[in-house]
């Protein structure tokens, strides 16, 4: 089963790439803030619903529950649905690149 939601929101980009190494809610906050480097600070409530939405799409899994916290991974639709949606952003800068001599 392979991702066919089209186009990622960002909060779901910036979770797939955190999720690159396993964690858990806390952990992921942070991580989503080091590899935005620090433009989205993604609170618990975002990070949550998109966690919720992401399991049911099959693009991440819960890795490791010990009752009080989730650790969740990566599933290799979720790589394939990532690398898709960088290859998808990836071209749309490639077709804006006209625009870097207006600017």
């Given at each position: 089963?392979?991702?066919s939601g089209g186009p990622m929101t960002?909060?779901?980009?910036?979770v797939l790439l955190?999720?690159?190494?396993?964690?858990?809610?806390?952990?992921?906050?942070?991580a989503?803030?080091?590899?935005?480097d620090g433009r989205?600070?993604?609170?618990p409530g975002t990070l949550y619903g998109v966690l919720t939405r992401m399991e049911k799409d099959?693009?991440?899994?819960?890795h490791h529950d010990d009752g009080r916290r989730k650790t969740y991974r990566i599933t290799e639709d979720?790589?394939?649905?990532l690398k898709g949606e960088f290859l998808r952003l990836k071209s749309m800068i490639q077709d804006g690149?006209?625009?870097?001599?207006?600017?």
């Open positions: 089963m392979s991702y960002e909060a779901m980009y910036y955190a999720l690159m190494n396993p964690g858990h809610g806390y952990q992921l906050m942070g989503i803030e080091a590899v935005s989205i600070k993604m609170g099959h693009l991440i899994e819960i979720g790589k394939e649905a690149s006209m625009l870097e001599e207006m600017f």
